[in-house]
């Protein structure tokens, strides 16, 4: 009998042993695994280099051109205006929605572009392209005049075709349309005359 309790005090003590040693190879394994699993959570080189300013080269840009640059994953405008596209934004206010850019100023507009052409020089405009309704992206419609879904006076702008709604020469929003708020003006600022950093403003 003695030796029964005695075989069994060792088959105990070996079991013993036996789940102590597969406890700490599990917490092992574990601590292993967790540790590429947390890095996943760092952002990447290219998570980081997506919010990072973008320099844009306006040097070759006309008048009446316009220009895109990805800033954050989203197309941004460069637009040249003309004298004849700047005189028109006088003559707009009635017809729009917003013309001082009142609604969300702190997320639309900042505070160097809440002026009329909005933008920091009358002649350049910057926009991020993505109309304020649901996130299409609208198209140039620089030509002014009558036109396929325009107006008959149309002075020139933007028409996002998704849901039709329009914008002038500054991304202002036209009245009784779908889009709520004007084109958004991203921080921007410029580093020569030739050359502008889309994603900063410390200098502006």
């Not at 394994?29 to 990072?52: D, M, Y």
């Not at 609604?103 to 900042?110: A, H, Q, S, V």
């Not at 325009?150 to 036209?174: K, N």
Request: hydrophobic share 35%.
């Amino acid at each position: 009998m003695s030796e029964t309790l005695a075989d069994s005090g060792q088959i105990d003590s070996s079991k013993r042993t036996w789940l102590i040693a597969t406890s700490c190879a599990g917490a092992v394994g574990t601590a292993a695994v967790a540790v590429p699993f947390v890095s996943t959570f760092q952002p990447s080189e290219k998570a980081k280099a997506a919010g990072a300013a973008v320099e844009a080269d306006i040097s070759a840009l006309k008048p009446g051109e316009k220009m895109t640059v990805e800033w954050r994953g989203k197309p941004v405008w460069i637009v040249r205006r003309t004298p004849e596209q700047l005189a028109a934004l006088k003559t707009l206010d009635a017809k729009l929605a917003d013309p001082r850019s009142a609604r969300n100023p702190d997320e639309l507009t900042p505070v160097y572009a809440r002026n009329e052409g909005r933008s920091i020089k009358p002649e350049i405009f910057v926009t991020v392209g993505i109309c304020t309704h649901l996130g299409c992206s609208p198209s140039d419609k620089f030509q002014t005049g009558a036109q396929p879904s325009l107006p008959d006076d149309w002075q020139g702008g933007f028409f996002c075709p998704c849901h039709g709604s329009t914008f002038d020469m500054a991304g202002r929003v036209y009245k009784n349309v779908p889009a709520p708020d004007n084109l958004e003006v991203p921080p921007h600022m410029y580093l020569s005359d030739a050359k502008l950093l889309i994603g900063e403003d410390k200098k502006a």
